[in-house]
């Protein structure tokens, strides 16, 4: 045939020069394929795959491996697991403590008040702070049941602010552990079981802030030796409950929180217990003897007020700060070292004493029987006396 016979389309008979896709991509490679030619391609992928890895490895290496918590998205499952483990303790400390804590309700002439007390016996005794039954007419317990019981008071220590009370041993009744308060160290995990606000069994949390702290109670209260500061809340009735170590022995029993000198309110975190070691040594002896027979206090045996200038002017005195003797114990510690009544003492040892508070904070430091040197004033005239300290009489309520 003549003319142009060309076509844009390809014969039947013939292929395309480029191979097409296989439609499966796990297809094999037929076997006359150069595979030379994919050598670039794999060597890519590779080097691609390295790289990945590499960044993975130094991604990781800033973050530890585990599934994070999303509360703490730094904890590893190691910390996860220690935290669990430390909440079981709580929890299992908490369990074993709160039934041997007890609500005080104290009936008085001016309404009513309420406290914590701590089961420490099983012939149902119950210790808590002189403060919360003080000036009680009817004193009242109620357990962890819920169960309500009248309570007798057994005898009270004002100056170490506890109490010791008396209910109907139940059957079973819980007791706690004393524990020892000589081992408490600071940082260590505390937590405080009582009643605040009349909210009953609550249990806070927190570390000792400090030891032996001396604290007063304000005037005309008691001054505490070696108190331990916590910062788990304590709240109005938290007084005479347990403070506890991890191990679920009491190692002391809150008192009060310290108050905020510009708002006259409790300071939040700030709490002291009176130590477990001090209420084994009291508690025993009221129990027995329904008072305290031996104090373990050092005492100078005088009632004093603070000089003030006006008195100083009215009786021609060369000083006008110090301590005014008005009365000596008959055979005290003072009396027999030479000190009477209308002596102003200005120091003991070298401590500047003003306040009978002075006083009271250093000779917590002594022992009944050990020596201190006291500085007075008597008709203007300076002198000085070794007095062998005498033992501190606790009143009775």
């Not at 217990?273 to 508690?283: E, L, Q, T, Y």
């Not at 100083?312 to 000083?319: E, H, I, K």
């Amino acid at each position: 045939m003549s003319g142009s016979n060309h076509s844009d389309e390809t014969p039947d008979h013939e292929q395309p020069t480029e191979p097409t896709r296989p439609a499966d991509y796990g297809q094999p490679i037929p076997e006359h394929h150069d595979r030379r030619r994919n050598w670039p391609f794999f060597a890519g992928v590779l080097a691609g795959v390295f790289l990945v890895c590499v960044l993975a490895a130094l991604l990781l290496s800033q973050r530890p491996l585990g599934v994070l918590n999303p509360a703490n998205p730094q904890a590893t499952p190691t910390q996860q697991g220690a935290n669990i483990q430390i909440d079981q303790i709580r929890r299992k400390v908490a369990d074993s403590v709160k039934p041997t804590i007890v609500q005080i309700n104290v009936k008085t002439s001016s309404g009513g008040s309420l406290g914590s007390g701590i089961i420490i016996d099983r012939r149902g005794y119950v210790v808590t702070n002189n403060h919360v039954v003080e000036n009680g007419q009817n004193v009242e317990v109620q357990l962890a049941s819920g169960e309500h019981l009248p309570a007798q008071i057994r005898g009270t220590d004002p100056t170490d602010d506890l109490a010791v009370l008396q209910i109907k041993p139940t059957r079973n009744m819980p007791i706690a552990t004393l524990g020892d308060s000589s081992r408490v160290y600071v940082g260590e995990t505390v937590m405080a079981i009582g009643n605040p606000l009349g909210i009953t069994q609550t249990v806070t949390s927190g570390i000792v802030s400090a030891l032996n702290r001396i604290v007063s109670e304000g005037s005309g209260g008691a001054v505490l030796p070696d108190t331990i500061q916590t910062d788990a809340a304590i709240n109005p009735g938290n007084s005479g409950g347990a403070l506890v170590d991890m191990n679920g022995n009491v190692v002391g029993v809150p008192t009060l929180a310290a108050i905020d000198p510009e708002f006259k309110t409790p300071a939040s975190g700030v709490g002291f217990a009176i130590p477990a070691n001090r209420v084994k040594f009291i508690v025993p002896q009221i129990i027995k003897d329904g008072r305290v027979t031996n104090s373990g206090r050092a005492a100078l045996g005088i009632t004093a007020l603070p000089l003030t200038p006006f008195i100083a002017q009215q009786r021609n005195l060369s000083v006008t700060k110090g301590l005014l003797v008005a009365e000596v114990q008959a055979g005290g510690a003072a009396e027999q070292a030479g000190i009477q009544p209308g002596d102003v003492i200005t120091q003991i040892d070298n401590v500047s004493v003003e306040q009978n508070e002075d006083v009271s904070h250093y000779l917590l430091t002594k022992k009944p029987g050990d020596k201190v040197t006291v500085r007075y004033v008597r008709d203007n005239n300076r002198a000085t006396a070794l007095v062998a300290l005498g033992e501190l009489q606790i009143p009775t309520t």
